[in-house]
C-alpha cells in the first residue's frame, strides 16, 4: 500500500514540475513580445525596432546574402531551369554560365536584396530567421536568401535558396 502511494506522490511531482516547465515561455517569444511589431509599422520603425531589440541592423544584412549569392552562384544554376532578369521574360537566360553570370554581377547586388518576413526557426531554436527575395530574378520570388541570427542579433548563418 505504501508502495502506491509513494508512486503516486512521484507522479504528481513529476506532472507539478511538466506544468511548470509548459508554464516557463520560450526565449524567442518574449523577444518577439518586446518587438511590438505592427502591420502598418513603416520599413523605418519596423528597421529601427529589429535593431533596438535584436542589435541588428537589417540595411547590412543584404551584403552578407551578395557575397554568399557570388560564391554559390554555378551550384545555385544547377536547380534553376531559367531567369528572367527583372522578370524581363524577352531577355530570358537559359544556360548554367549566362545564369551564373548573372547572380554574381547583378542579382548579389545589395540592393536587390529585399526583407520579406522573420520567424523563429523552430519551436525548440533559439534562432531567429531573417528571409529576403531577391527583386533581380523573375518576378522576386525564386531565390530567398535566408540570415539566422541568434537572441542578441549575432549572426549564425547565411545562405541563399531557389524555389
Given amino acids: 500500500m505504501d508502495h502506491n502511494s509513494d508512486r ?78 527583372y522578370g524581363d521574360y524577352e531577355k530570358l537566360i537559359e544556360d548554367n554560365d549566362g545564369m551564373s553570370d548573372f547572380l554574381k554581377t547583378e542579382a548579389s547586388k545589395s540592393e536587390n536584396w529585399q526583407f520579406n518576413y522573420l520567424e523563429a526557426v523552430d519551436k525548440d531554436s533559439s534562432l531567429i530567421k531573417l528571409v529576403f527575395l531577391n527583386k533581380a530574378v523573375d518576378q522576386g520570388d525564386l531565390l530567398r536568401g535566408i540570415v539566422l541570427i541568434n537572441a542578441k542579433g549575432a549572426v549564425r548563418h547565411t545562405f541563399v535558396v531557389s524555389g
Avoid at 20 to 27: A, D, F, S, T
Avoid at 63 to 75: M, P, Q, R, T, V
Fill in 8 to 85: 503516486k506522490e512521484e507522479v504528481l511531482e513529476q506532472s507539478e514540475k511538466n506544468i511548470e516547465v509548459e508554464k516557463e515561455e520560450h526565449p524567442l517569444i518574449s523577444i518577439f513580445k518586446k518587438l511590438d511589431l505592427k502591420k502598418d509599422d513603416t520599413k523605418e520603425i519596423f528597421c529601427e525596432k529589429i535593431k533596438t531589440n535584436l542589435n541588428i541592423d537589417l540595411n547590412i544584412l543584404p551584403n552578407y546574402l551578395s557575397e554568399y549569392l557570388k560564391n554559390h552562384a554555378e551550384e545555385l544554376t544547377l536547380d534553376i531551369g531559367n531567369i528572367s532578369p
